[in-house]
């Protein structure tokens, strides 16, 4: 069985930083694309960031361009989403995401439509 158990959520200042991790069991991580979306009270979830195993299939939202970065650790099946700058309205609850043998840019683009595995979800709050 497939889980997938998210970490590193709390409450913060606005310019604070904090990680989100993700970590993947149950199936094999190296071909899974991973990803992060968000989901704002009362909206649907929107779509953060995801990396597939390939070179450069990284893709951000654009609002968090230059500010959050997702990195994976295959050795670990781990998913980072480093986040840097928060502001206010990056409050909301995070959830990790996997996709086995898709695309980075699939899963930008489906609107959480296709993922086929999700986390319960962490809450980041930022304060300003």
């Known amino acids: 069985q497939v889980h997938l158990v998210e970490s590193g959520g709390g409450s913060v200042q606005a310019g604070d930083s904090l990680r989100l991790s993700c970590v993947l069991s149950?199936?094999?991580?190296?071909?899974?694309?991973m990803g992060w979306f968000r989901q704002y009270a009362g909206k649907e979830r929107e779509f953060v960031a995801a990396?597939?195993?390939?070179?450069?299939?990284?893709y951000y939202q654009d609002s968090v361009k230059n500010r959050f970065a997702i990195s994976r650790d295959d050795d670990k099946n781990t998913v980072y989403l480093q986040m840097n700058g928060l502001k206010p309205e990056d409050t909301a609850t995070y959830y990790c995401?996997?996709?086995?043998?898709?695309?980075?840019?699939?899963?930008?683009?489906?609107?959480?439509?296709?993922?086929?595995?999700w986390g319960e979800g962490t809450r980041v709050t930022v304060s300003s």
């Open positions: 995401a996997a996709v086995p043998l898709g695309t980075a840019q699939g899963m930008s683009v489906s609107r959480g439509y296709g993922v086929n595995y």
């Open positions: 149950g199936r094999a991580f190296s071909r899974t694309v």
């Open positions: 990396s597939s195993w390939r070179p450069d299939d990284i």
